[in-house]
């Protein structure tokens, strides 16, 4: 069975759009793309280095958006760039209802979750998604996803697509390392546990009535 592992840039307020450029992703007319590059130190970069070309080989698990911005830019970068080099010869497997044509070599079209359930059953290489955060909340709810290669970056963008959107099934994590590069960046490595978070109540023996008043407006007001 293989593993399936996000790899993800965020911003302090959880913003994973277009970290890496202007024109990356204007989805929802997003126009401060490129606020992850002012972070960039050899920390940083070792640790998105470790697992996006010096590790293990992978093959890539991508939506389809995702998929256009890469196939735009990936077979055309640098052939002696160590991550072309990997994305170009990954297997590539798109998430996508649509009829759309997938024209990058080795890609392959998944039509649902149940696809990608019979794909990580399957042997062979562990699978990267990398960015795709639709999916990566998908997978996540329906408990595919082994681990997430997080980059926090302290900075807050305002707007823009999150890793965790509205709807995402809640759930816990373990962390496994964590470290601060020197731009202030939070470089971590989580596994998600499987388990719903604890719901415990705390209330004292007796309860004010300025307390039950305040409850019973949230209640009206929503």
Do not use: C
């Amino acid at each position: 069975m293989r593993k399936i592992t996000i790899g993800i840039r965020q911003s302090f307020d959880g913003v994973v759009q277009a970290p890496s450029g202007s024109e990356e992703d204007r989805g929802g007319g997003f126009d401060l793309g490129g606020w992850g590059w002012a972070f960039s130190d050899a920390i940083a970069n070792e640790f998105m280095d470790e697992y996006l070309y010096r590790g293990a080989p992978y093959d890539l698990l991508l939506g389809r958006k995702t998929y256009e911005i890469f196939v735009g830019y990936w077979p055309f970068a640098p052939k002696d760039n160590p991550i072309a080099i990997r994305f170009n010869a990954a297997t590539k497997y798109v998430l996508s209802r649509g009829d759309d044509k997938f024209d990058w070599k080795t890609t392959h079209k998944l039509s649902g979750i149940d696809a990608v359930k019979k794909l990580k059953a399957t042997d062979g290489p562990d699978l990267l998604i990398q960015g795709s955060s639709t999916l990566s909340s998908q997978l996540f709810s329906v408990g595919l996803i082994d681990g997430m290669h997080i980059v926090t970056y302290p900075v807050v963008i305002g707007k823009g697509k999150r890793l965790f959107a509205e709807g995402t099934l809640p759930g816990t994590m373990k962390l496994v390392s964590s470290v601060v590069s020197e731009s202030g960046a939070v470089l971590s490595i989580y596994e998600p546990t499987g388990q719903k978070p604890t719901l415990s109540s705390r209330d004292p023996e007796k309860i004010s009535d300025a307390e039950i008043k305040r409850r019973e407006r949230v209640k009206r007001e929503g």
